[in-house]
């Protein structure tokens, strides 16, 4: 019980800022930002134009892992900046044989590393959510990682 309510504190808080990047995530033009203004690295740039916006989702899951059966499955998700365009965040819903997923990841970019690290947590609907450590992605790889990870997906801009 004890871990559930943990999880629970966790995914509330995890909301609560994600809210609050929400709220002040609105952009000037770059004419109206202050001088010396720091401005997102241009891989997260390139990331973000990529990614940015609203996608409707089919999947075709392989036998084992979420969906032990294997199957198909659809979704939605929404890709959107941070405050100042340094974070981009993902939201999927997914609709799977064995029944709906959310999904919530943080992407940004590490200089010193020359690496994207992502942040992310799998919430099965009537099931405890599943954090997924802090991972890094080499600049080079991200592409590639995307594609290889996410081979299932056909995404279609709405």
């Known amino acids: 019980m004890k871990t559930v309510l943990r999880i629970g504190l966790v995914l509330i808080s ?23 203004t ?31 059966e294997g199957g198909d499955g659809d979704g939605e998700e929404v890709w959107r900046t941070g405050p100042g365009g340094f974070t981009l965040m993902e939201e999927e819903h997914v609709r799977t044989p064995r029944g709906e997923v959310f999904l919530l990841a943080l992407h940004w970019w590490i200089r010193a590393r020359i690496a994207f690290a992502v942040c992310s947590a799998i919430i099965p609907v009537r099931q405890p959510a599943i954090w997924i450590p802090i991972t890094t992605v080499p600049s080079s790889g991200m592409e590639s990682s995307l594609s290889s990870t996410w081979s299932f997906r056909k995404a279609a801009r709405r």
Not at 22 to 35: I, K, V
Not at 42 to 68: C, I, N, R
């Open 14 to 36: 995890l909301i609560a800022i994600w809210v609050a990047c929400f709220a002040q995530s609105g952009t000037r033009p770059t004419s109206q930002l202050p001088p010396n």
């Open 38 to 68: 720091p401005q997102p690295a241009p891989e997260m740039q390139s990331l973000t134009k990529a990614l940015a916006g609203k996608w409707s989702t089919m999947y075709k899951f392989e036998p084992g892992g979420m969906v032990p």
